[in-house]
């Protein structure tokens, strides 16, 4: 498993939506640094610029991070 240190996972903390497999959720996490790490299916509809990526989420992820934000 790929270390997560510095990163506070906001989505598929329990809510039993049943998505989740081995580990490999869409999720949304909030830094140390006050950004955001979206972990979802690689989008590949268009290459993104070198060194930036794509993914793709459910907009129920998407809710779920800011819920748990209090946003």
């Known amino acids: 498993m790929a270390e997560r240190a510095g990163l ?3 989505t598929g903390t329990g809510n039993g939506n049943g998505e989740c497999g ?3 959720c869409p999720h949304v ?3 140390d640094r006050g950004s955001f790490v979206v972990q979802g299916v690689v989008f590949g509809d268009f290459t993104p ?3 930036e ?4 989420i459910p907009e129920s992820v ?3 991070a800011v819920r748990a934000l209090g946003w």
């Open 8 to 10: 506070t996972r906001l």
């Open 22 to 24: 081995e580990d490999d």
């Open 29 to 31: 996490y909030a830094t």
């Open 49 to 51: 610029p070198q060194g």
């Open 53 to 56: 990526g794509l993914v793709e």
């Open 62 to 64: 998407l809710r779920e």
